[in-house]
């Protein structure tokens, strides 16, 4: 079948007009390649992102296809992405895969381009903007693994009006020092009482970050401005709701075990009747998940009431409002969540169950509401001139599920059908949703980095193959003007960024106190 695509000739430069469905000239995407690297004509791979899912597709695809040079692109001065915003700071050996990533950028056939946004405005001050256009002319193959930047919402009332009402995914990255949320200065003090909307790792992250002694984390890489807040918290009471059960529920066993552990913290037990009573026919993960919270219920070495801060996991339960308080409805300061109570179908141990209301609702009082339900990601604006599709309820870049962006073509017959966008694809988050962690992460990465290894040694089609391309030399001589190339880091710059930012925490006996601006970041360099 011939490759057909609607895509717009001016979006990415190319002349004349076309209909809207004709063969790709052979300038761009040639269907008998020369797919061989050589030195002169190196396989060139433009990654966007710098995450894991960008890190470890680059490092497979460059250990399988020798001389595969690779740019990559990160919007923000500083790599790594959600290893450094959103992995908690008590947290450091779930960084250990930095290493790796070390090991990566250490190529000669590897260039990291900080500070540069593609498609999407930067989003500081400090930062460059490149077309996605122009990485069409210079690149054979594009990457999309820039990860999931936005949160899904509630859709309740106050969720929007009321002070106090937080996005986890914003609060992880202000507490983390990421630059965009650094301003988000989170008011501790109105209340002693936090509910966690959602039941995921980042939920308990949370939960995790409110309760710690703030004299742990000191030792850890936590912004400056967050232990300063945190140490000034009321926070004594934290619920993470859920509206099913445990048995449904996303966090996992270490995450729950390590809020058990927390020093003068206890845990409410939770309702027996939603552990099912034979644990030992479950399967290991979830058996060793409700033995965990059965003993939890159990335990009678530390009550509510001996302890100076407590937690629970609150199951059954759906948002419904949030509200000020009723003795001063004109009030912005959130006061309480209102929740409707569910019931399990078809069974509370049937894992796969989902929630019904009962139209009986409790009212938490909170002075503190964070939503945890997801994150997600978005198109590149550029995506509808070239007629990328974009999953917008999933919140994913349509794929094959092997990381190749996909496409509607109709075929001789007249129908409708999926191909594939030569030399266009996508790993991590904007490939499957926000879900899993790093090391499955990691197996979806080497998947995208197979399917291109696989597309180019079977000789299909890839981008302008019949000529030589330059990367990021092409891209910065069409796009940069007089004086912006001093703005971009390399991976040179990065590494002085951070020997700067470890010399910040040697003097405060940290492992690290970040920038959390980018023109500090920036003044690193000179």
Not at 84 to 93: I, M, N
Request: aromatic share 8%.
């Amino acid at each position: 079948m011939a490759f057909v695509a609607r895509v717009k000739p001016r979006a990415i430069g190319l002349r004349g007009r076309w209909p809207s469905q004709v063969h790709v000239p052979r300038r761009m995407y040639s269907q008998h390649p020369a797919h061989h690297t050589t030195p002169e004509h190196p396989l060139r791979v433009a990654v966007i992102g710098s995450g894991p899912a960008g890190f470890y597709t680059t490092y497979k695809l460059m250990a399988k296809i020798q001389g595969t040079k690779v740019d990559m692109y990160e919007s923000l001065p500083v790599p790594f992405g959600l290893v450094r915003f959103g992995v908690a700071p008590d947290h450091p050996e779930v960084k250990n895969c930095q290493e790796k990533f070390e090991e990566v950028a250490s190529s000669p056939d590897f260039n990291f381009i900080g500070n540069v946004s593609v498609g999407t405005k930067s989003d500081h001050p400090d930062g460059l903007t490149v077309p996605l256009a122009s990485l069409f002319r210079h690149y054979n193959a594009i990457i999309f693994a820039y990860g999931a930047a936005q949160d899904r919402k509630l859709g309740i009332p106050g969720e929007d009006q009321l002070k106090g009402v937080y996005s986890a995914r914003e609060f992880v990255g202000w507490y983390n020092g990421l630059p965009e949320h650094a301003n988000l200065n989170p008011d501790l003090t109105q209340g002693d009482e936090a509910v966690v909307i959602g039941q995921g790792n980042v939920a308990l992250d949370v939960a995790r970050m409110l309760l710690e002694d703030v004299d742990v984390l000191r030792k850890t890489d936590i912004a400056a401005h967050a232990l300063e807040t945190l140490s000034q918290s009321r926070v004594k009471r934290v619920h993470v709701v859920g509206r099913r059960g445990p048995m449904q529920a996303a966090f996992t066993i270490k995450e729950v075990r390590e809020l058990m552990k927390l020093s003068d913290v206890s845990f409410h037990p939770v309702d027996t009747s939603l552990l099912p009573t034979d644990l030992k026919s479950l399967p290991r993960a979830p058996r060793r998940l409700m033995e965990m919270l059965a003993k939890g219920t159990t335990a009678t070495s530390q009550s509510p009431s001996e302890t100076s801060k407590s937690w629970s996991l609150d199951f059954c339960l759906t948002p419904k409002a949030f509200s000020p308080s009723s003795s001063s409805p004109e009030s912005t300061q959130l006061a309480s969540t209102t929740f409707e109570h569910t019931t399990l179908s078809p069974s509370p141990f049937d894992p796969n169950a989902y929630a019904l209301p009962t139209g009986e609702t409790l009212t938490l009082p909170s002075s503190l509401a964070f939503r945890s339900i997801g994150y997600k990601s978005t198109p590149l604006p550029e995506f509808s001139d070239i007629n990328i599709p974009f999953d917008e309820r999933r919140g994913i870049i349509s794929n094959d599920g092997h990381g190749r962006v996909q496409h509607e073509e109709r075929t001789r017959g007249a129908e409708m059908s999926h191909g594939s966008f030569p030399g266009l694809y996508c790993a991590g988050w904007v490939k499957t949703g926000p879900t899993g962690v790093i090391a499955s992460t990691m197996e979806n990465a080497f998947a995208t980095a197979d399917a291109i290894i696989e597309d180019w040694v079977s000789r299909t089609p890839f981008l302008n193959v019949d000529r030589k391309v330059h990367g990021w030399e092409g891209v910065r001589s069409e796009v940069l003007r007089s004086g912006d190339e001093k703005r971009v880091v390399d991976w040179q710059g990065w590494r002085r960024i951070d020997e700067a930012e470890r010399q910040r925490g040697k003097e405060r006996g940290s492992s690290r106190e970040k920038f959390t601006r980018t023109g500090e970041m920036l003044n690193v360099l000179g």
